[in-house]
């Protein structure tokens, strides 16, 4: 995941995990949102790496977000070329057995509106973030 973040960046991620990892040793609560980019780290593999990686750092939940096109038109609009503009959208249904990875090594894992069975504090985590979410938005 160190090369492959590097790779997509352009930037070392140790210093990031670094950071992370003291947070989570401090007792401050964090959420790492891993987008899911299709061929690029989509893969069962890849949610393995990323798994093993957030758990060996202490993380307890971590949110997927599936790749989604709302950065193409910027793209279009400042004459570059999107490298994606073909790649169809992940919708959070299909990120079920990427998903299962990170519950299987204890995760709480989830997704905007991913229905998969969890614990009921899981359940009601997963509720008042979106809850704050949508409030957050309607305040906007």
């Given at each position: 995941t160190v090369i492959k973040h590097?790779?997509?960046t352009h930037v070392h991620n140790e210093l990031i995990i670094e950071n992370l990892a003291w947070a989570i040793s401090q007792g401050i609560e964090v959420l790492p949102r891993i987008p899911?980019?299709?061929d690029f780290?989509?893969?069962l593999d890849d949610a393995k790496g990323i798994a093993a990686l957030l758990n060996q750092v202490g993380a307890k939940k971590v949110q997927l977000l599936p790749f989604i096109q709302f950065g193409e038109n910027k793209y279009h609009l400042l004459?570059?070329?999107y490298s994606y503009e073909n790649v169809k959208a992940?919708?959070?249904e299909d990120l079920t057995d990427y998903q299962r990875i990170f519950?299987?090594?204890g995760m709480i894992?989830?997704?905007n509106l991913l229905k998969i069975p969890y614990t009921q504090k899981a359940l009601a985590e997963q509720f008042l973030c979106q809850g704050f979410f949508n409030l957050f938005l309607s305040m906007n």
């Open positions: 590097y790779e997509g899911v980019i299709p780290n989509d893969s004459g570059k070329t992940l919708h959070p519950l299987d090594v894992a989830f997704s």
